[in-house]
């Protein structure tokens, strides 16, 4: 059984910074890619950032030069770090595990941005 689990999210202050984690289990991460989405209240989800099963990333332009993605594939996890956090930030962000046609989903943590 695939198993996502994102953590780190909550409440900032803008200008502030948060560090989600997604750890995986069940399947063989470092042949995935991750990527991490958000969905806003009333928006669609859209792609934040993304990593390849090497190091190859790329990321929104929204939050280009804000955010980091890593991987670690030891510890079958993807981080997103992110830094001079917006009120437009505030969403739920998704992390997912993607390989050929398949893909899994987690279960999305909350980031709430204040200003």
């Known amino acids: 059984q695939v198993v996502l689990v994102e953590s780190g999210g909550g409440l900032a202050q803008a200008g502030g910074s948060l560090r989600l984690s997604c750890a995986t289990s069940?399947?063989?991460?470092?042949?995935?890619?991750m990527d991490w989405y958000r969905q806003a209240p009333g928006k669609e989800r859209e792609l934040v950032a993304s990593?390849?099963?090497?190091?190859?990333?790329a990321y929104a332009d929204s939050v280009k030069g804000r955010v980091t993605i890593s991987r670690d594939n030891a510890k079958k996890t993807v981080y997103l770090q992110m830094n001079s956090l917006k009120p437009e930030d505030t969403a739920i962000y998704y992390c997912?595990?993607?390989?050929?046609?398949?893909?899994?989903w987690g279960q999305g943590t909350q980031v709430t941005v204040s200003s």
């Open positions: 069940g399947l063989p991460f470092g042949s995935y890619a």
């Open positions: 990593i390849g099963s090497g190091t190859s990333t």
């Open positions: 997912k595990a993607r390989s050929g046609r398949l893909e899994y």
